[in-house]
C-alpha cells in the first residue's frame, strides 16, 4: 500500500517538482522521483539559479571596477575572490533545493531518491545504487527534462572544453574564453566572464544572435554586447575543436567567404543548444513515442501515447524554459484531478539577463510579417527615461506590436535595464486581452523603467510625450 500512489512524477526539476506539489495540494498521493541527489533539476542545479548568481555578482564586480570611481564612489583594492564567489553560487543552490524538499514535506509529497525506469503503464522501479526499489501509480508523469548537446565530433571533458555546467563552475578566469552558439546561455555565460576578466569571442553559425527573438532586438543586443567587449563571429559553422597542450584550439570556416580561422584559446564553452533526456526510461518498451528530435509526443492534455501517462518541460516540444515547464506541472497535475489545466503557448516570456537585460513575450515582427498580421509599432528609448537616465543605464529600448485594426498587444520586446522584471507586466495585460491604449491610459509611477513601456504604447499612435 505504501508504495501506491495517484501520481508519480518522475524528475525534480522545476516541471516536476511543481507539479508533484499542485497535484498534492489537490488531494492526490503524490511522489516525485529524482536520480540527482538533489531536488531542483538543472533549473536549480545547474541552470537558472546559479548562472544568475554569477551574473549578479560579476556585475556588481564590473560596476565597481568600471563604473564607481567616476560616479564618485572612490576605492582602492579592488579584488576578486572568484573562489568564494563560487561558495556563494554554491551556497545559494544549496538553501533553493533543500527549499523544495521542505516544501515536500510541508505538500505530503513523498521524495524518492534514485533513478525511475518505466516498467508498465502503471509501475515504476527505481534504482538506487544496489537498492532496486518497486512503486505503482495510477498516473505517470515524465519530466526528465534535457541536458547540454554538442557538435558532432566535440567532446566535451568539462575542463577545457565545457558545456553551460563546466562554465558555472570554472577555478580560475580563463584570459581567452571562446563560445560556440550565440544563444542566452552562450551570451549569459560569455557576460559573466568577459566581466570577469576574459577576452570572450562567440562564434554563431546563423548571421545574428539569439535565433527566435524579434531582429531588431537581437541586431540591437549584439551592438550592445560588442560595445562591451564581446567579439563577434557570425556566419561560422566550427569544425573542430582540440586540447592542445594547456591550449584549445577552434577551427571554423566562413558559410558565405569559405574563409578558414583558428584560434586559440584558454577554454571553449559549447553552448548550442540542448537535447531532451529520457535515456534509460524504457520509452520504447512501454509504446511511448518521440518525435524525430527525440522529444516526447503529446497532445493537447500532455498525454502521451498512453493515457495514463504525462510528460512536461524540456523533454516534450516548447521552448526549454523553467516557467513553461512549471506551467504545464500545474496543468498535468489539475488535467489528472479532472480540474481544466491549460497552459497558453502564445504568451510565454523569455528574458536573457544579461546587462542589459532582454526580454520578450508574444509575437516577433518577423512572425507578424509571415503569418499577413497587419500591425503598429510603438518604440521608445531607454536614453529618454528619466530613471534609465540618472542611472546611467541608458542602453536599450521598449517595441510594442499591436494589430493596426483592434489595437489589441500582439507582442513586446524590450532590452534596457530591469526589463526582465518589466515583461511581467505585459505578459498580464497580454493575457487580458489588453490593447496598447489600455497600456497608454495606464498610470505608470515616476521616475520608473516602466514609463518607458507606457511610453512606447503612446507612440504606437505617434504620441509619446518624451521622445
Ligand atoms: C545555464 C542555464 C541557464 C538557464 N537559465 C534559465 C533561465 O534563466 N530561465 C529559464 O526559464 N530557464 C533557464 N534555463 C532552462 C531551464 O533550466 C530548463 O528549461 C528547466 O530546468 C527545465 O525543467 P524540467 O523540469 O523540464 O527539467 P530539468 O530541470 O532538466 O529537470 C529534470 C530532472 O529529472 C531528473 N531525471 C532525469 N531522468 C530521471 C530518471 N529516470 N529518474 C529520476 N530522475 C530523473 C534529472 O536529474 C533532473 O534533475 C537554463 C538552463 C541552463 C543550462
Redo the contacts with the bound molecule.
Keep these: 500500500m505504501e508504495n501506491n500512489f495517484d501520481v508519480i512524477v518522475?524528475?525534480?526539476?522545476?516541471?516536476?517538482?511543481v507539479c508533484a506539489i499542485r497535484a498534492a495540494q489537490l488531494g492526490l498521493k503524490t511522489a516525485c522521483?529524482?536520480?540527482?541527489g538533489s531536488?531542483?533539476?538543472?533549473?536549480?542545479?545547474?541552470?537558472?539559479i546559479?548562472?544568475?548568481s554569477l551574473l549578479n555578482l560579476s556585475e556588481s564586480y564590473h560596476k565597481a571596477k568600471k563604473n564607481f570611481n567616476e560616479q564618485g564612489i572612490e576605492f582602492t583594492g579592488l579584488k576578486l575572490n572568484l573562489a568564494k564567489m563560487m561558495m556563494n553560487k554554491n551556497k545559494s543552490v544549496q538553501v533553493l533545493t533543500k527549499g523544495i524538499e521542505f516544501l515536500f514535506k510541508k505538500n505530503n509529497v513523498t521524495y524518492i531518491k534514485?533513478?525511475?525506469?518505466l516498467s508498465s503503464n502503471n509501475d515504476i522501479v527505481?534504482y538506487e545504487g544496489e537498492k532496486k526499489t518497486s512503486f505503482k501509480s495510477k498516473n505517470i508523469v515524465i519530466?526528465?527534462?534535457?541536458?547540454?548537446s554538442s557538435l558532432p565530433g566535440i567532446e566535451i571533458d568539462e575542463k577545457n572544453i565545457v558545456s553551460?555546467?563546466g562554465?558555472?563552475s570554472l577555478s580560475e578566469v580563463p584570459k581567452e574564453l571562446i563560445v560556440i552558439g550565440g544563444g542566452?546561455?552562450g551570451l549569459?555565460?560569455g557576460s559573466v566572464w568577459s566581466r570577469l576578466g576574459s577576452s570572450v569571442t562567440v562564434i554563431e553559425y546563423l548571421d545574428f544572435i539569439t535565433p527566435g527573438m524579434d531582429r531588431e532586438i537581437s541586431n540591437e543586443f549584439q551592438k550592445i554586447l560588442t560595445k562591451q567587449g564581446m567579439k563577434f563571429k557570425l556566419n561560422n559553422k566550427v569544425g573542430s575543436v582540440s586540447n592542445v597542450l594547456n591550449k584549445v584550439v577552434v577551427d571554423f570556416t566562413n558559410s558565405k567567404t569559405s574563409e578558414k580561422t583558428r584560434l586559440e584559446c584558454d577554454k571553449v564553452l559549447v553552448a548550442v543548444g540542448?537535447k531532451p533526456?529520457?535515456?534509460?526510461?524504457n520509452l520504447t518498451k512501454i509504446g511511448i513515442k518521440k518525435d524525430t528530435q527525440g522529444k516526447i509526443e503529446v497532445n493537447e492534455k500532455l498525454q502521451t501515447s498512453i493515457n495514463n501517462i504525462y510528460a512536461?518541460?524540456?523533454?516534450i516540444k516548447g521552448?526549454?524554459?523553467?516557467?513553461?515547464?512549471e506551467e504545464e506541472?500545474i496543468a498535468v497535475a489539475e488535467i489528472i484531478a479532472g480540474q481544466a489545466g491549460h497552459v497558453n503557448y502564445d504568451i510565454i516570456p523569455?528574458?536573457v539577463?544579461t546587462s542589459p537585460e532582454v526580454a520578450v513575450v508574444g509575437k516577433t515582427e518577423e512572425q507578424l510579417k509571415k503569418e499577413n498580421i497587419s500591425y503598429k509599432v510603438g518604440k521608445f528609448p531607454f536614453l529618454a527615461n528619466s530613471r534609465a537616465k540618472v542611472n546611467n543605464e541608458t542602453d536599450g529600448f521598449v517595441k510594442i506590436l499591436a494589430d493596426r485594426k483592434t489595437d489589441r498587444i500582439l507582442g513586446v520586446h524590450m532590452i534596457g535595464p530591469h526589463t526582465g522584471d518589466m515583461i511581467a507586466e505585459m505578459a498580464i495585460a497580454m493575457e487580458f486581452g489588453a490593447s496598447a491604449e489600455d497600456i497608454a491610459r495606464t498610470c505608470h509611477a515616476h521616475p520608473t523603467h516602466t514609463e518607458a513601456v507606457k511610453e512606447a504604447a503612446l507612440a504606437i499612435d505617434k504620441r509619446a510625450i518624451h521622445f
Design positions: 518522475i524528475g525534480g526539476g522545476p516541471g516536476g517538482y522521483v529524482e536520480s540527482r531536488l531542483g533539476g538543472t533549473c536549480l542545479n545547474v541552470g537558472c546559479p548562472s544568475k534514485g533513478k525511475g525506469v527505481v519530466a526528465t527534462g534535457s541536458v547540454p553551460s555546467t562554465a558555472l542566452y546561455i549569459e555565460m540542448r533526456y529520457t535515456e534509460g526510461l512536461i518541460g524540456d523533454v521552448p526549454m524554459l523553467a516557467h513553461k515547464a506541472g523569455a528574458v539577463y
